[in-house]
């Protein structure tokens, strides 16, 4: 048996950054990782839907060059194999930075999969070619769970995964589909609208709540979905899906699928596609073996944990999606930090009540803080300034007109309480509200913070000076 400080299950970004802080601060870390390290974020989520968006970028400036006055021979052609390996590479080289971080001499990383065997021991459970496993177990006084998620999928009448493809299928397609069907229309469903749309693939898009994003604010995820409905995204709202089967016919000359759904209205109505995106979510990545270190969880919560990130037995920790807290990559690193911290006794000024997020559609969406639909529901009294991005010199410059932020705030230039965008960048203006709200910021010193010029952080002073 291997005496360690720290054992922590699951490489992604909260595992990987908390080994990290812990190694730094003295503690002898073991690291499992059965997969690759970086977690779904790197291999399946966040970077390779940002490469794909930055492919989409592309792809829609060569089909607006007229607009700048470049000339470009159309048609041009887009090659999703092309894309692929360009994501591919982005990947690897992450991983390779990862691997790096890893090798410091107080960490050390165990390729293989965890299992608890009681609450402070963990079993190693590597599989070789011949599928046999060679068990070595190691103890610590502390542990930390970070497990990540995995994608949720819908009670259907045909429940035949195999119908339909997540998020990891459909980066791993080599072939453009001439339509796709998207079921759902939260954060990764409305990505790849935008991306797929952009590369030239005919999208649907099927969602059971009256509006797409729900946790945005309201009218600016209203204003997005209008701007995709104009690139050719068509949304069905208050649809629920009901089967999805092969179609029996062919969508473009190639076997496609057919989704059945019951409109707002309770029609009957159906969307033929080549491909079917099942993107309804994820849930925590929760393992039988957890019943064996005795602390609480279920499989839709995930892992019940404190403010401290601290499960309901003492020394072990879970952090990042697996906690079902906030199912941000950022969110987990800094619950890492947090935990490590807690573990070696040291205070932090980390609030998780102000976590930006950011949705990378083209436009970009970004929010921090509450929405205005929340402070209606609470009954708060609150200011709502707006500004719009067809004002800003940047924006025109850079023909990135379309485009909205809301500033949330206390009466009389107060506090401020939210910031919602959409538009280019929006995820950086987001970031800067999110700053100023960690140091309690009110809008009558926004008003007084300098802001270069021309730049796109203006339409956020402009928001504080209406």
Do not use: W
């Not at 954060?187 to 030239?200: P, R």
């Not at 693939?201 to 009256?210: A, I, S």
């Not at 005795?294 to 919560?301: A, M, T, V, W």
């Not at 929405?371 to 990135?400: H, I, P």
């Amino acid at each position: 048996m291997t005496q360690t400080d720290l054992i922590i299950i699951g490489a992604g970004p909260g595992g990987y950054r908390a080994a990290e802080h812990a190694a730094k601060n003295g503690l002898k870390v073991v690291i499992f990782e059965a997969a690759h390290v970086g977690g779904t974020c790197l291999n399946e989520g966040c970077i390779p839907t940002k490469a794909y968006a930055r492919n989409a970028e592309a792809v829609a400036m060569l089909k607006n060059a007229e607009a700048f006055g470049i000339s470009v021979e159309q048609p041009f052609s887009f090659s999703l194999a092309g894309a692929l390996q360009r994501k591919e590479g982005v990947v690897t080289a992450l991983r390779e930075g990862i691997m790096t971080l890893l090798s410091h001499p107080n960490i050390t990383l165990v390729k293989a999969e965890a299992r608890f065997v009681d609450a402070h021991t963990v079993e190693a459970c590597p599989v070789d070619a011949d599928g046999i496993a060679a068990k070595e177990t190691f103890t610590a006084p502390h542990i930390i769970v970070a497990t990540g998620s995995v994608p949720k999928t819908l009670r259907l009448s045909n429940p035949d995964t195999a119908s339909f493809l997540d998020s990891s299928d459909l980066l791993q397609l080599d072939r453009l589909p001439a339509s796709l069907c998207i079921v759902g229309a939260g954060v990764i469903g409305m990505e790849f609208a935008s991306i797929f749309s952009t590369f030239g693939t005919e999208v649907t898009v099927v969602e059971f709540l009256k509006e797409c994003l729900p946790a945005l604010d309201s009218d600016i995820a209203k204003r997005l979905r209008k701007v995709l409905e104009k690139r050719g995204v068509n949304f069905q709202l208050q649809s629920a899906v009901k089967a999805i089967a092969p179609s029996a016919a062919t969508v473009a000359g190639v076997g496609g699928m057919t989704v059945t759904f019951e409109d707002k209205k309770g029609r009957e109505q159906q969307v033929e596609a080549e491909q079917v995106l099942m993107a309804v979510g994820r849930a925590p990545r929760v393992f039988d073996h957890f019943r064996h270190a005795g602390f609480e969880y279920d499989e839709r919560r995930g892992i019940t944990v404190d403010d401290d990130m601290q499960t309901t037995v003492e020394g072990i920790y879970a952090i990042g999606d697996v906690n079902g807290r906030q199912m941000l990559a950022h969110a987990a690193e800094m619950q890492g930090i947090h935990a490590v911290n807690h573990i070696l006794g040291q205070s932090d000024d980390i609030d998780f009540s102000i976590m930006p997020a950011a949705i990378f559609t083209s436009p970009e969406a970004a929010c921090v803080g509450v929405t205005e639909d929340q402070l209606k529901v609470q009954g708060a009294t609150y200011e709502c300034r707006k500004s719009f991005y067809r004002a800003n010199g940047k924006a025109l410059a850079m023909g990135e007109t379309e485009g909205m932020l809301k500033l949330l705030s206390e009466p009389q230039a107060g506090r401020i309480l939210g910031c919602h965008v959409f538009g280019a960048h929006a995820a950086d203006l987001a970031q800067e509200a999110a700053v100023l709200m960690a140091r309690g910021t009110t809008v009558g010193q926004l008003r007084h913070i300098v802001h270069i010029h021309p730049t796109l952080s203006e339409i956020l002073l402009a928001a504080a000076e209406t």
